[in-house]
């Protein structure tokens, strides 16, 4: 925490989301003097619980959407050249059965645009006949089958391209606290000028003073507006994930479900296979919004119909999770029609808040804020050069490495079958900001969604290979684990498949 009781910035950025964390990367790139506040970890909302998918929105296009496509498209290749170790290049097979929806001319044409929108950035789509398809994808019925495509995009790790974000405005000179909540926003002659924070740990408060307030907290964004403006309403989406070896995909699968005719996906993740995501209003508080019955059931029906062997059940499902997108104009009786652009609104107060928009484009988001930031505070617009920039962390796979060699203990995986160990914990705390098991065994690494029991078998261990570099003394370790423990329970609990049944965490 700063030392001085009303230490003074220029923007004071609320809310630790890709979208938070942008802002301050940016902001804190042009000079400015920059504080980002999060009341818990980077990315332990919606950023945090997104597909993982960095994509042009080729599904956009049904709605007319060409701009946000064209955007998006722009952004995934700023973010492949920009975060390369965070940023991956992903094949997606769309296979087309006889009397779908979405049938071969009007894919082909779909995919003939979003290459023309690519402007040659990115690699040519390729058409596939019935035989093809099912080469790249064996595991997918052949009943009706008639052929297919192949387009790519991108996936993420999304807490990590979060918390890169965040790391980089450390490096420029922000002040950045995570577990700090705003207790209160300071008001002079009915402007805001500045917050009380107050550490979620140490229980210690500061003021801080600014020329502008970003709010960046999404589906929270109204809790802190100086007007009494109605909440914007949240579209709930939900994944799941299951054994990658149940479904059989090798590659992405863009799938329209047999359910509704949503477009959804089933996705690599490692050992398992995600499939997502649901698309349904919701009045779910952000902090504990989960999956239900119902979505699991529409996502295992909606998988089922493209991959019949697999023949999944609620016993397949390793970990469900939900996260509510604050959308836009939010108006429609289908959510899905609504449009995922953003919307930047200056309210009577001064605060600047920040709805909408999508993971993919982050960072042309942030730096439209930046600059109404920056014609408020009365400053030149200068843009940064956030699009050239590399985001940190590049080395991390060789620090571990080096962790590991200086302490052999540090190399002992915490689970067998999983590729984590000791030293991308200690490397979490001393490089990425994490201060509880839930940053690291949910954010830092994905235990908590790769694993059952989503890591709690682990999680006494794991706060004993961290408790010296945080100082955590017996007591505080039992406290964190307990911690933990209620942590993943709000985030992967189920509702009832009845009424009067417990809920049920998968």
Not at 136 to 143: A, D, F, H, T
Request: charge should be neutral; include cysteine.
């Amino acid at each position: 925490m700063p030392g001085n009781q009303a230490e003074k910035f220029d923007v004071l950025v609320i809310g630790g989301g890709i979208t938070g964390c942008g802002v301050a990367r940016d902001a804190a790139m042009r000079g400015l003097k920059v504080a980002l506040i999060e009341r818990d970890d980077f990315a332990s909302g919606t950023s945090g619980r997104s597909s993982r998918l960095v994509h042009g929105g080729i599904r956009y296009l049904e709605h007319g959407q060409l701009h946000l496509v064209r955007e998006s498209i722009r952004e995934r290749e700023t973010l492949l050249r920009i975060a390369p170790h965070l940023v991956k290049p992903l094949a997606f097979t769309w296979p087309i059965y006889r009397g779908a929806r979405v049938g071969k001319l009007k894919l082909a044409a779909a995919l003939f645009l979003y290459q023309l929108m690519a402007l040659g950035k990115s690699r040519r789509h390729l058409s596939l006949d019935e035989k093809e398809t099912l080469e790249r994808e064996p595991s997918l019925s052949n009943v009706g089958l008639t052929g297919g495509a192949v387009y790519y995009d991108a996936c993420t790790d999304d807490a990590r391209l979060t918390i890169a974000n965040a790391i980089a405005a450390d490096q420029n000179g922000a002040f950045v606290a995570s577990h700090t909540k705003v207790t209160g926003i300071t008001r002079e002659n009915g402007m805001a000028i500045g917050a009380t924070v107050t550490s979620q740990h140490s229980g210690e408060t500061r003021e801080l003073r600014a020329g502008v307030l970003v709010n960046a907290t999404g589906v929270w964004q109204n809790e802190i507006s100086g007007d009494r403006v109605r909440r914007h309403r949240g579209s709930k989406g939900v994944h799941i994930a299951v054994p990658k070896e149940r479904v059989g995909n090798r590659e992405a699968v863009t799938i329209i479900s047999a359910v509704d005719g949503r477009v959804m996906f089933c996705l690599p993740a490692g050992p398992q296979t995600i499939i997502g995501t649901t698309d349904t209003w919701t009045d779910e508080s952000p902090e504990n919004v989960h999956a239900s019955a119902s979505d699991i059931d529409y996502l295992l029906r909606s998988a089922n119909a493209y991959f019949p062997g697999a023949r999944l059940t609620f016993d397949d499902v390793v970990s469900a999770w939900a996260g509510i997108r604050p959308l836009v104009g939010a108006q429609a009786n289908n959510p899905t029609a609504v449009s995922r652009e953003h919307s930047i609104v200056l309210d009577s107060s001064g605060i600047i808040h920040v709805t909408g928009g999508k993971l993919t484009t982050y960072r042309s988001m942030a730096a439209e804020i930046v600059d109404r930031a920056q014609q408020v505070l009365g400053a030149k617009v200068q843009p940064a050069r956030t699009d050239f920039v590399e985001l940190p962390g590049a080395d991390r796979a060789a620090q571990i490495d080096q962790l590991q060699r200086d302490d052999s203990r540090l190399a002992e995986r915490l689970v067998a079958e999983l590729p984590y160990s000791g030293a991308h914990l200690v490397y979490g705390v001393t490089q990425e900001k994490a201060q509880t098991l839930g940053d690291l065994l949910i954010r830092r690494t994905h235990l908590a969604f790769e694993t059952r029991d989503h890591g709690k078998s682990v999680a006494a261990r794991a706060a004993d290979i961290v408790a010296p570099v945080l100082h955590w003394d017996e007591q505080t370790k039992n406290a964190r684990v307990r911690e933990f423990e209620q942590d993943v329970g709000r985030m992967f609990a189920i509702s009832p498949r009845a009424v009067g049944n417990e809920p049920t965490t998968y």
